[in-house]
């Protein structure tokens, strides 16, 4: 197709430049070439054969075609009776014009090829990136769930083991009082003292063992969890701590209802240890599309950098953990925080993670 199209250029430029053998070209009036002379028409149209040569197979057939393109105007001038200046300028100019169009063709081309290999280079890399956020992704679920299991098995284990162990120390302590009537005053403060040693470290076991993994978050879900963990956060760190719930109660995926528990009992933590609140708030709204839960207290903030992802180089390293976490069940994790106003950590679970859904 490209072969026949050049075929055709030429032919025309060299009818125009020889319009002796086809006698009705010359007929034609030279003023409606717009004040240019036929000769002048036929050279100037030389160029497209050139330029359509170069566009299509490359610099050297268009410098080819040049050639070829030259060899046919030549030819012409010794035909006529004079040559002109204006003769000789015009195929000088033909000549530049021709080798600047093959050069800009070639650059062009070469630049387009340079855009595609970068482009490819990226879109290489994009995917690359792509797989590896993936993979990064998928190592971070399993570590998360690794953990879990391990919390539950140790929890498990101190509920079932160290917890009883304690019980019955305390209960043969007791015995050991009944069967022994007799024992001093001082001996009977020492082993009272001791069961209440007993008695202080079984409660912190077993609220250790539900800081791992809360049974009522298995049983009943993450609003009655909260309602367990925050009392327990607020009588432990002196906090007034407010829970409002919005909407239509609903379960999530387990999976999703863990996030969403470790993500306020990380910030509620968080706001004890270091934010010198006194006030905390976390919020719940089961809205028809997505389920934003916010954490929210009055205390000193702190100034937050750019990117969320910044914020393991500030320490902030509680943060970062739920900021991977909302990821690993498609949530999107916010912070904000102001110094001497407080920080507010809101993070928007889909619809996606329910639990009707997923029976879908």
């Known amino acids: 197709m490209h072969i026949w199209i050049l075929v055709l250029l030429f032919t025309g430029g060299f009818f125009l430049h ?3 053998l086809l006698p009705f070209i010359g007929q034609i009036d030279p003023d409606s070439f717009l004040y240019l002379t036929r000769h002048s028409v036929g050279r100037l149209i030389m160029l497209l054969p050139v330029t359509y040569t170069a566009l299509v197979f490359g610099l050297r057939p268009g410098l080819v075609s040049l050639l070829l393109a030259i060899a046919i105007i030549i030819p012409n001038i ?3 009776d004079t040559v002109t200046a204006d003769d000789i300028i015009e195929i000088i100019g033909i000549i530049i014009i021709g080798l600047v169009v ?3 063709l070639e650059s062009y081309e070469t630049d387009k090829k340079h855009r595609q ?10 995917r690359e990136l792509q797989r590896m956020q993936q993979n990064l992704r998928f190592y971070l679920k399993q570590i998360t769930i690794a953990q879990e299991d391990e919390r539950r098995r140790i929890a498990q284990e101190l509920h079932d083991d160290t917890a009883q162990d304690l019980i019955v120390i305390s209960r043969a302590i007791d015995r050991f009082v009944t069967k022994n009537p007799n024992l001093g005053e001082d001996n009977l403060a020492e082993l009272e ?5 007993i008695n202080r470290t079984l409660s912190e076991v077993r609220r250790f063992a539900q800081d791992l993994r809360p049974s009522v978050l298995d049983d009943l879900g993450l609003i009655p969890a909260l309602e367990w963990l925050i009392p327990d956060l607020s009588k432990h760190f002196g906090i007034n701590i407010d829970i409002d719930v919005n909407g239509e109660i609903r379960r999530f995926a387990p999976e999703t209802e863990l996030v969403l528990f470790r993500i306020v009992q990380e910030s509620l933590r968080n706001v004890g240890k270091h934010a010198q609140a006194t006030k905390a708030w976390v919020y719940i709204d089961f809205g028809k599309y997505k389920a934003p839960l916010t954490v929210k207290d009055n205390g000193k903030g702190f100034l937050l950098p750019e990117r969320v992802g910044d914020l393991a180089a500030l320490g902030k390293l509680g943060l970062t953990g739920m900021q991977e ?3 690993l069940i498609g949530g999107r994790l916010s912070i904000q925080s102001k110094p001497d106003v407080g920080t507010m950590v809101t993070v928007a679970v ?7 859904d997923d029976d879908v």
Do not use: C, D, I
């Open 18 to 20: 020889y319009p002796q």
């Open 78 to 80: 010794f035909v006529t």
């Open 102 to 104: 093959n050069l800009w």
């Open 117 to 126: 290999q970068a482009y490819l280079k990226m879109e290489t890399a994009q």
């Open 193 to 197: 003292e001791m069961q209440n040693h």
């Open 325 to 327: 976490r909302a990821q």
């Open 350 to 356: 889909p619809n996606s993670g329910n639990l009707e």
